[in-house]
Each structure stands twice: as structure tokens, then as C-alpha cells.
């Protein structure tokens, strides 16, 4: 069945209609990787890459058509990926992003309870209790790693007070992000992940990570509590009880991705206003601005640039045959940029409406904790704009091996106080 539709080293982007550039290998600043998607995006809207065999997505309508249409443009990966490492746990099963309807539909409203917008909204004093309380212990330094002091530990704390798992642990949870980012680093852009023989110090991390969320789901079955672990560990999906390692993986993603992109959205944040004074200025003067602003941010400078698929029959996009089981790689990073969908995407506008960004995903597979995400970078930005009346960035230390995630991992700052 066919179904048919209308930075770090750079690489070499001298434009050859039959030979494009390879992608750069990382996203580093994003320079590099910005310039590749530019090219591609005008000579190249959808890619085969004879390396990896994916297809790469540019165009702002082609890549929502891939997000919106499940049935065709797939998120289970399991039956192309290498088996994994024998002595490394495994935390596919039971991953949101990787799961398609049905069983999608029935896991995602039992963790949809937790990110309802009255829970949301019932979160805000505590968040901006903790935002408050983290910038106090700088409250008598002019310099100081934001990452460090509150981009890292404010989403890390609310969504393990979220879990029921010791906050004060988030040093570890951050080796542990480190260590499921760096099972991707050899990869090419597009590339299949293949764990199938994973470092040993990375088999120890994740093993690690593994045993603490099973310890801890055990904890919550032996003594239920009012917190999302406990209603996992007691859930029941078509009459069945989640296994253990589907309540791991959940874990393991709620804790991981719910505190990156976070992190790496209030860092960049930063960057923006660095790089578009006036925006700052305009948002410190009106506060009302800033919902707008988190928005521009998370289109100009996104967290995370790609989006995998995987086509569940033949299809064509964009002119362009796709066999069935062929790995889509979509860019939200090039979609967010099109000049066919926004009026001059190059500038960071804040008070640009409408703003209907793909970063957060769109369809079934929008990004669950977005209300939340956006919620604690508007609690940060009013904050700091309160506490400061300017803020200097030093030299940003990025996520720099990474092929898919935008940020930074340090971002040195030096503040002059209200």
C-alpha cells in the first residue's frame, strides 16, 4: 500500500544538487548544523541518506504531515534496531516515544493524570518557592553557573517530588543522562541506534540507574503513597499490571527527558536575549511578553532538533519513495525556520503570533510535560529579571557530541543585583 503526499566541524556545505553536504556529526552552537539544514531545506525538503538508508525531513507541512499521521510514519523501532547489549539494561520497553497506538493511547492517559492543567497549575507556588530558594544560595556571588544553580536542579526537583524519589539525588541522575546521551555519540546524524555492545562504564551507569528505579517502584508497591510511581506501580493496561521494567522506562524517561529539555530551554533562553538585546529589554518592561517569549525560544533555538519515525507500509513524501520500515528523520530545528511557513524566521521576534513550532512534537506524541517545561522557564525568566537588572554570559560549554539535543551543559554568568 502506498500513501502519498503533496555543530561542531562543519561539514562541506558547497551546494551540488546530486551530492549534498553531510550533516555535521553533532549540534555543538548550532552554527554548523543551521547552515546544513538551510541548504537542505531549499534543495533537498525530504533526503535519503545512502549511508544510514533514512530519509531527513526539512519542510515545515512535510514534517507535520509525518507527526500527525501515526499510521504511516510509526514510533516503534524495536524490530529494526540491533539487539541490545545482553549486560546492559533495556529502557525501550515502555517508552512513550517509542510505543504506537494502541497501547500508546492507554499508557499515555495513565501518566496524562499527572500533567493535567489543574495539576499543573497547582504546581506554580511550589515552583516558584524552589526558583526563589536556588537562587538564594548565589544571592551574595556576582558569578555563578546558571546551569549548576538552577537550569539543572529546578526540573529535577519538581519532577521527582513529582515521582516520590529523593530529589537530593540529582547529581546522580544527571551522570546517568550522561551516559544514555553517550550511547549516541559514534553515531551519524540519522543513524539506528545500535547497543549492542555498549563501554563497560556505560553498561555500569545505566545498570545502576536501572537498579535505583527498580528499588524504588518496590519501595512504592510495599508502601503506596499520592504520587505518579505509586499509581504506576498499581496501574493496570487491558486488565494487566505494568511490568516492572515498562514502570522503569517510565521512570527513567519522566526523570531524564523531563529534566533536559528543560534545562536546555532556559539555558538557551539566555542565548536568545544574548543575541537579541532589545528582546530582553522588551520583556523585562512587560512581563506579559514572556509566555510569547519561551515560545520564540523554543522555535529558534529548540532543545531537541530531531524527531524519529519509522514507515509502517510504503509511502511518498515530498515526491520522494519510502519504502515500508525506513527510518524518518524529521527536523523541527529546519520545519521551525522555513520561510514557507514563517515571515522572516531568522529573527527572534518575541511577540510573533501565531507561533505553531514543532519543537514540543505534534499529534499523539506532543510532548507531554510542555505545560509543565513552559511553566518553570516563565517562573526562572521572571526571577531572574526581578533579582537582576543585567546578566552577562561567559563562554557556554554545549552539549557539544550529541546529534540530536540543542543546549548547554555550563553557562558561566555575571549579574549586577536590582
Avoid at 7 to 34: N, Q
Avoid at 308 to 323: C, I, K, Q
Avoid at 330 to 335: A, D, E, L, T, Y
Wanted: proline share 9%; aromatic share 6%.
Amino acid at each position: 500500500m502506498t500513501h502519498s503526499v503533496g555543530p561542531d566541524a562543519g561539514p562541506d556545505l558547497s551546494l551540488d544538487s546530486d551530492d549534498p553536504p553531510r550533516p555535521p556529526t553533532g549540534v555543538g552552537d548550532g552554527r554548523a548544523l543551521g547552515a546544513w539544514l538551510d541548504i537542505m531545506r531549499a534543495s533537498h525538503p525530504v533526503w535519503r541518506d545512502p549511508l544510514t538508508g533514512s530519509a531527513h525531513v526539512f519542510r515545515y507541512h512535510d514534517l507535520l504531515h509525518v507527526l500527525s499521521t501515526p499510521e504511516v510514519y510509526g514510533s516503534d523501532f524495536t524490530g529494526v534496531m540491533p539487539p541490545s547489549d545482553p549486560s546492559a539494561p533495556n529502557f525501550a520497553e515502555g517508552v512513550l516515544t517509542m510505543i504506537d497506538p494502541p497501547r500508546h493511547g492507554k499508557l499515555r492517559r495513565l501518566v496524562s493524570q499527572a500533567f493535567t492543567p489543574r495539576v499543573i497549575t497547582a504546581l506554580e507556588p511550589r515552583i516558584i518557592q524552589l526558583t526563589k530558594e536556588l537562587l538564594d544560595t548565589v544571592a551574595d556571588q556576582d558569578e555563578f553557573d546558571l546551569v549548576a544553580v538552577m537550569a539543572h536542579p529546578l526540573p529535577v526537583i519538581v519532577i521527582a517530588e513529582m515521582l516520590g524519589i529523593p530529589a537530593e539525588d540529582r547529581e546522580l541522575f544527571r551522570a546517568w543522562g550522561e551516559a544514555l546521551l553517550s550511547t549516541n555519540y559514534e553515531l551519524e546524524t540519522g543513524e539506528v541506534p545500535d547497543n549492542s555492545a555498549l563501554p563497560p562504564d556505560v553498561v555500569a551507569q545505566l545498570t545502576e540507574m536501572r537498579d535505583y528505579l527498580l528499588r524504588h517502584v518496590d519501595l512504592h508497591r510495599r508502601n503506596p503513597r499520592d504520587n505518579l510511581t505509586s499509581r504506576l506501580a498499581f496501574a493496570e493496561v487491558d486488565g494487566d499490571r505494568l511490568s516492572d521494567q515498562e514502570i522503569v522506562s517510565f521512570l527513567n524517561f519522566l526523570l531524564l527527558a523531563g529534566h533536559l529539555t528543560t534545562s536546555l530551554l532556559m539555558g538557551n533562553s539566555l542565548l536568545c536575549f544574548v543575541e537579541a538585546p532589545e528582546a530582553e529589554l522588551a520583556a523585562r518592561a512587560n512581563r506579559a511578553l514572556i509566555p510569547g517569549a519561551i515560545e520564540e525560544v523554543l522555535r529558534f533555538k529548540p532543545p531537541v532538533v530531531m524527531q524519529a519515525r519509522l514507515t509502517t507500509m510504503d509511502t511518498v513524501l515530498a515526491g520522494v519513495e519510502l519504502p515500508a520500515r525506513t527510518p524518518v528523520m524529521g527536523w523541527p530545528m529546519s520545519g521551525n525556520r522555513d520561510e514557507r511557513q514563517y515571515t522572516s524566521p531568522s529573527t527572534f521576534d518575541i511577540t510573533r503570533n501565531p507561533n505553531p513550532h514543532l519543537t514540543f512534537g505534534h499529534g499523539i506524541h506532543f510532548c507531554i510535560g510542555a505545560p509543565l517545561g513552559r511553566m518553570e522557564a516563565r517562573s526562572v525568566l521572571n526571577e531572574l529579571f526581578d533579582r537582576y537588572r543585567s546578566i552577562e554570559i561567559g563562554e557556554p560549554r554545549y552539549y557539544d557530541r550529541s546529534p540530536d539535543v540543542f543546549g548547554v551543559k555550563a553557562l558561566p554568568v555575571t549579574v549586577k543585583r536590582s
